[in-house]
């Protein structure tokens, strides 16, 4: 085995002379902690880790129209919007809007405006109930929430739109949940 160099007079233990020889980068941040740290920052501001903004899916009824416009991939603990647009083609007397729990797994809704005439929870799912619609006019519904910090993994369920019970159009759509 081959005996350390004692340490110059003047230098801590374990430190020797090879340390104190200039390197090229000296003078200046490691080119690998300013590549790595360039290749964080595009990865975060790409959107592959969660929240790149909202996706827009639609379906057509024959008396309704459908898009839903919220995150694909989001981070857990994350704020998020989901905008309901509806276009009425033929009357509506009541609108309601009904969604799966399973789409809503461990996500606090912390708002919904306008605020529905009537709610509840029963048979299994979410129902929202608004206003009457006529021919040609739109209805905008936001729901404010947040992923709870807990969950991780993917929440998937159906959005339903209905006229007083009767199904005007039907949407399938899920999220994918990032630490």
Known sequence: MEAKAPAPPGLPHGLQEAHLQPKWYDGHASPFSVIVLGLLLVLGLSGWLGHAGLESRSTEG????LRVD???VI???DFFEMLVHVHAKQD???????IEPALWQNITVNGMVPTPDKES????KFSFQF???RPGQDALIKVSAQVNP????KVEGEIRL???GRPLATMHRSMKVLF
């Open 62 to 65: 024959a008396a309704a129209s």
């Open 70 to 72: 919220m995150p694909d």
């Open 75 to 77: 981070r857990t603990g």
């Open 92 to 98: 509506i007397g009541r609108l309601e809007l009904e």
């Open 121 to 124: 929870g029963e048979d299994r």
């Open 131 to 133: 206003g009457a619609l």
């Open 150 to 153: 807990r969950l991780f993994g």
């Open 162 to 164: 209905k006229d007083s």
